[in-house]
């Protein structure tokens, strides 16, 4: 078999635990499988970059951040070739330039096009256990390019389907998908399967345990992955489209949004165009948005943004408000969404009810409110957003565990 196993950050830490992974990779060579590695940056590798570029740059981006960033990966690799070679194993560390993982030029947030295996399938031929850096790519100008945080697991399920590999495991620091962060609510249960659609609602709303990005890669591509820990040897989570879907998968919190009031929209058409349009141009996300109608025929709107775009939002609304017409605009920086995730709210419009009793009961006050088919998210106070996991996850999954 080829197999494809991921190793994140946590995974290869330190010496003892780069010791461990080679002791997995050793294992899967031994049992006669093709194996390539996909390794993250070392522990904090990554954040302590962005902070080194941070003491000397403001704002650091482009290309220079990405060509910064890149050593975390290149450590993470050279580090596991030098362990394995130790251990008598041939092994091959690969950059993502040289395995030819090609992407478009957006920095810090690059989308892969396409792979060329020559390389990969020569190093494969050698018997050579292949060590690729995650999370990195190149554009067409010949620069290197990042994924965006996270998105090792991206590259490896990319690799998984330009090879055609028969597995791709993603190993981490738990042992599997949860119905919640087992950090943070203790009695989350382990899932032994999840379909493709939850576990990408799941990674969207802030369950970091999967980048997004490789869940859609996933299920384009047909790859099943395969969630397990790099610690404990135990069954993992399957990744999967499932025969039948089951009715609740978990519950994910993004603790880094903020929420913007503003009051006032003028009531003609146009209006909440000039205010997207000018969020839009700044290149600020928005994610949820709710518009309602004032007795006097203005409307209010409200909609949630990523933390990190809050003082721009900010800046242009204050800079813009007159202009738009808007009567004010209010900024509430802390804010986080709760959301419930599973096929079976489809057609239960009970369980709306049931989660905003539990909210209620645990005394959170809800101040958004958003659905879709296999999601039901609410916005609440960021202080308050793991008390409100634990109140949802409790009266939907207590009984399961
Ligand atoms: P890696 O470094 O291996 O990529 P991450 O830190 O990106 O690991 O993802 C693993 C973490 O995801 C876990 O330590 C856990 O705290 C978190 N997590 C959040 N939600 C979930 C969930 N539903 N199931 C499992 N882990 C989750
Ligand atoms: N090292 C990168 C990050 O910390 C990529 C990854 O770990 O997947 O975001
Ligand atoms: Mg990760």
Known sequence: MLIVQKFGGSSVADAARIKRVAGILAETRRAGHRVVAVLSAQGDTTDELIEKARELCPEPGGRELDALLCVGEQISVALMALTLESMGLAAVSLTGWQIGLSTDDRHGAARIRCIDTARLNRELEAGKIVLVCGFQGIDDAGDLTTLGRGGSDTSAVAIAAALHADRCQIYTDVEGVYTADPRRVPEARKLEAVGYDEMMELASLGSQVLHNRSVELARRCGVELEVCSSFVRAPGTL?????????????????????????????????????????????????????????????????????????????????????????SFALDPDAAKVSLVGAGLMDAPGMAVQMFRALAEAGINIRMIASSEIKLSVVVPRAEADKAVRAVHQRFFANES
Request: glycine residues 8%.
């Open 239 to 327: 990744v999967t489209e499932p025969m039948e879907r089951t009715a609740l998968s978990g519950v994910a919190k993004d603790a880094d949004i903020a929420r913007v009031t503003v009051r006032g929209v003028p009531d003609r058409p146009g209006a909440v165009l000039e205010l997207f349009q000018l969020l839009s141009r700044a290149d600020v996300n928005v994610d949820l948005i709710l518009q309602s109608g004032s007795p006097d025929g203005t409307g209010d709107l409200s909609f949630t943004l990523r933390s990190a775009d809050a003082a721009k939002v900010q800046a242009i609304l204050e800079e813009h408000r007159a202009a738009l017409g808007l009567r």
